[in-house]
């Protein structure tokens, strides 16, 4: 992804999928990888993996367990250079089937809790003049499906607010990347498929064509590689095409799935 030997990351999301892949690769770098998470069986065994992570148990959603963790990595591993924001829940419901309960709790974790962790760590990187924040949002929240209008929604939430900040913060010294993968094959995927799940999504599951959570960072390291604003892996630059100039088509594909 980029160097960081000795340097700390903090990795959220950490105990499974993209972010738990983030984390080994960080560490097997020499990074001092700090990983959050509420999985904490996932944490345990990703940290035993290595002497070079270090499992913090937070809630994404509540501002305080996250502000206290990241004063607690900078004390106990030092500056904090790089923020991987993987974490996320992903529900599938038809909106009249949503409780608005449901939706503001989702609200919370994916969409505050992505303002939560960044405004926890960009002041002192805005101080230091340097850092680097990656930040997962979803071609979701562009490509709209049916069944996941509220996880549509938190997605166009994050990729609104961090496209409006890397522009906002650009002269500072920190660079903030934004990441839109299609479907991947994780956890988050599992949690979609035990709920109602879209028809594009069982679909995709059943002819094995959910992109593979290693090849997707793998793609994401090339694009930060390359200083890329917004980073769309694999075919999710071709979803963002097909929606944005043939909606209507788009919307035909999706829901011929549902019938």
Known sequence: ???MAGKVAIV????????????????????KV????????????????????TAYRCDISNL?????????????LGPIELLVHAAALMPAHALVNETHEGMESLFRINYFGTTYIVKAVLPAMIERGRGRIIVFGSIAGIALVPKMGAYCATKAAVNAYIEVLQNEIRKTGVRVHLVCPPAVNTPLVDQTMSTETPGSFIEAKKSGRLSDPEHMIDAIEKGVKKDQDIIYPKEARMLYLWRALFPKLWWKAVMNFEK
């Open 12 to 31: 959220t999301g950490g105990a499974s999928g993209m972010g738990q892949i983030t984390a080994r690769r960080l560490a097997k770098q020499g990074a």
């Open 34 to 53: 700090a990983i959050f998470d509420v999985n904490d069986k996932g944490l345990q065994e990703t940290a035993a993996e290595s002497d070079n992570i």
């Open 64 to 76: 305080q367990d996250i502000e206290a963790k990241v004063t607690e990595v900078a004390s106990a």
């Open 1 to 3: 992804m980029i160097d």
